[in-house]
T-cell receptor, first 113, second 111 residues
Framework: DTEVTQTPKHLVMGMTNKKSLKCEQH?????MYWYKQKAKKPPELMFV???????INESVPSRFSPECPNSSLLNLHLHALQPEDSALYLC????????????FGPGTRLTVL | EDQVTQSPEALRLQEGESSSLNCSYT??????LFWYRQDPGKGPEFLFT???AGEEKEKERLKATLTKKESFLHITAPKPEDSATYLC????????????FGKGTKLSVKP
């Protein structure tokens, strides 16, 4: 199984809502990532989890809260988002947080009203 | 200063017209260079990893090569289904294991 899955595919939320994005992989990878991608731009790294511990937080606002319940799951909790947070949110995984290739999920298209 | 630069930004080809995409990098201590294909609204799809100068990888109509300063993605006899944005990314000694992406090349192949 070489797949990274993400749910939901699409999400529309108001600025006062609380929602969560979910990501799952069953490749035995020990590093998992959240990226944000705006239209016509490359993916922008948000968080890195290595062996279920947060290793990198790229100065992301606290309205984004990551969680890694186990080695196969990664969540991104959203609260009090702004319209400019609307984007494609991508999850990825790799064998380790080194030079191994990362495999991406299909993404969640988030719209904040 | 961009560390990974892709050119051209956009490329239009006729079906069967071979060409190359370029990814130049200025980082030191390269640990890996990665090519991805991305279709609109979808996640990047992994294509190749290159680790050292002189290395080449092939997959169907695609061939990736690496020198000490740049990588090329050669597309031979492209088909309309090859239309996508191609992203190049690098890991290097100072990137803490992170991927540093170029801005991509949008390829359109007309029948």
């Amino acid at each position: 199984d070489t797949e990274v899955t993400q749910t939901p595919k699409h999400l529309v939320m108001g600025m006062t809502n609380k929602k969560s994005l979910k990501c799952e992989q069953h490749m035995g990878h020990r590093a998992m990532y959240w990226y944000k991608q705006k239209a016509k731009k490359p993916p922008e790294l948000m968080f890195v989890y290595s062996y279920e511990k947060l290793s990198i937080n790229e100065s992301v606002p606290s309205r984004f809260s990551p969680e890694c319940p186990n080695s196969s799951l990664l969540n991104l909790h959203l609260h009090a988002l702004q319209p400019e947070d609307s984007a494609l949110y991508l999850c990825a995984s790799s064998q380790s947080s080194g030079e191994n290739e990362q495999f991406f999920g299909p993404g969640t298209r988030l719209t904040v009203l | 200063e961009d560390q990974v630069t892709q050119s051209p930004e956009a490329l239009r080809l006729q079906e069967g017209e071979s060409s190359s995409l370029n990814c130049s990098y200025t980082v030191s201590g390269l640990r890996g260079l990665f090519w991805y294909r991305q279709d609109p609204g979808k996640g990047p799809e992994f294509l190749f990893t290159l680790y050292s100068a002189g290395e080449e990888k092939e997959k169907e109509r695609l061939k990736a090569t690496l020198t000490k300063k740049e990588s090329f993605l050669h597309i031979t006899a492209p088909k309309p289904e090859d239309s996508a944005t191609y992203l190049c990314a690098v890991h290097y000694g100072g990137s803490q294991g992170n991927l540093i992406f170029g801005k991509g090349t949008k390829l359109s192949v007309k029948p």
